[in-house]
């Protein structure tokens, strides 16, 4: 899976991550992180490494890459749905781009429904911080024929 989009000054490749992908991915997870305004729920590098391993192997990790930088990144989990054991759903754990290459976003999406459907899912499952742009993804979502089916919540015990 390689898509090639034109930008106005030289091509965004998006591809599946590599391990050499791994500490800017790392990098970008800390600027979501940082910008979710969530300093109250814990961040590991260890684990965050972890379950990036995992995802290269058993889930999907897309990046967009810039100028030979990577500059977005998506990442989920394929996992059966809760009450049918045979609907493989992808579940999107993190979905990120820079704010200079945010036209890659939409993209970057479109790659992680592709590999999902090529994985087996049949179902698509996409979450958001409601602080951050949370009213303008959900329309994103919804144009794109995703619908509200269950809302979060966190608490620090």
């Not at 090639?4 to 050499?20: G, K, Q, Y």
């Not at 991915?25 to 684990?47: C, K, V």
């Not at 989990?77 to 579940?91: C, E, G, Q, R, W």
Request: net charge negative; glycine share 8%; hydrophobic share 45%.
């Amino acid at each position: 899976m390689t898509h090639a989009i034109e930008a106005i000054d030289s091509e965004v490749h998006i591809r599946p991550a590599t391990d050499a992908d791994l500490p800017r991915i790392m990098a970008l997870g800390r600027q979501f992180y940082e910008a979710s305004n969530t300093p109250e729920f814990p961040w590991d590098d260890a684990t965050c490494i972890e379950l990036l391993r995992h995802m290269r192997i058993a889930g999907i990790l897309i990046v967009s890459e810039h100028d030979g930088e990577v500059s977005g990144v998506i990442g989920g989990l394929l996992t059966p749905f809760p009450y049918d054991k045979n609907t493989i759903v992808a579940s999107e754990m993190f979905w990120w781009v820079t704010p200079a290459a945010r036209r890659v976003g939409f993209p970057l999406l479109e790659a992680f429904e592709d590999e999902a459907k090529l994985r087996g899912a049949r179902l698509g499952a996409m979450s958001l911080v409601q602080d951050m742009r949370g009213d303008l993804l959900t329309k994103l979502y919804q144009r794109r024929g995703y619908r509200l089916y269950e809302r979060s919540f966190l608490k620090v015990l």
